[in-house]
T-cell receptor, first 112, second 113 residues
Framework: KNEVEQSPQNLTAQEGEFITINCSYS?????LHWLQQHPGGGIVSLFM???GKKKHGRLIATINIQEKHSSLHITASHPRDSAVYIC??????????????FGKGTKLSVKP | NAGVTQTPKFQVLKTGQSMTLQCAQD?????MSWYRQDPGMGLRLIHY???????DQGEVPNGYNVSRSTTEDFPLRLLSAAPSQTSVYFC????????????FGSGTRLTVV
């Protein structure tokens, strides 16, 4: 079983819809990251969370440490949000504990 | 602009050839790492470094070599390329510590024929 699981694997939405992507993990963590990768593009860091909730524009990320679960929400989705969204966790701070463990990603397609 | 610079963006190699993928950052990050991204597999760690002179293996190190002679540079060497090394490679860097995010390079698409 993978240490970081994302759902759904693929998601198609209509423009304007509210979108939720989920991430569950099975290890103790110091931080959780949400990343975005556009087709053929590089990887951009969206959020880093260790507790609670963060908001940036139409994107909201939440984390529940006790339940080992995080969600990424997109409000009023737009075709330019079409990308792969990747959840990654970091277990600790030093040595190999500082390495990221990645989910397999959620491919989002927003239709106009 | 500050960030992580990866070169080349695209490369085609013949089986058995060697090459070096370059990664440089200008943010004075202690931590640098190399990943490969394959369809359906997610990103997998190849090698990482927590400072100049210090490197260690990740999940899939076989066939790859790294060195870290300076804080800025972390090259990845393919010793004898194999078709199984066809992939997209990303370099990333970060400060070491709890509150810092990661900066990724733009990737290198490598094809081994």
């Amino acid at each position: 079983k993978n240490e970081v699981e994302q759902s759904p694997q693929n998601l198609t939405a209509q423009e304007g819809e509210f979108i939720t992507i989920n991430c569950s993990y099975s290890v103790g963590i110091s931080a959780l990251h949400w990343l975005q990768q556009h087709p053929g593009g590089g990887i951009v860091s969206l959020f880093m969370l260790s507790s609670g909730k963060k908001k940036h524009g139409r994107l909201i990320a939440t984390i529940n440490i006790q339940e080992k679960h995080s969600s990424l929400h997109i409000t009023a989705s737009h075709p330019r949000d079409s990308a792969v969204y990747i959840c990654a966790v970091k277990r600790g701070y030093g040595g190999s504990q500082g390495n990221l463990i990645f989910g397999k990603g959620t491919k989002l397609s927003v239709k106009p | 602009n500050a960030g992580v610079t990866q070169t080349p963006k695209f490369q085609v190699l013949k089986t058995g050839q060697s090459m070096t993928l370059q990664c440089a950052q200008d943010m004075n990050h202690e931590y640098m790492s190399w990943y490969r991204q394959d369809p359906g597999m997610g990103l997998r760690l190849i090698h990482y470094s927590v400072g100049a002179g210090i490197t260690d293996q990740g999940e899939v190190p076989n066939g790859y070599n790294v060195s870290r002679s300076t804080t800025e540079d972390f090259p990845l060497r393919l010793l004898s390329a194999a078709p199984s090394q066809t992939s997209v490679y990303f370099c990333a860097s970060s400060y070491i510590g709890r509150v810092y995010g990661y900066t990724f390079g733009s990737g290198t698409r490598l094809t081994v024929v």
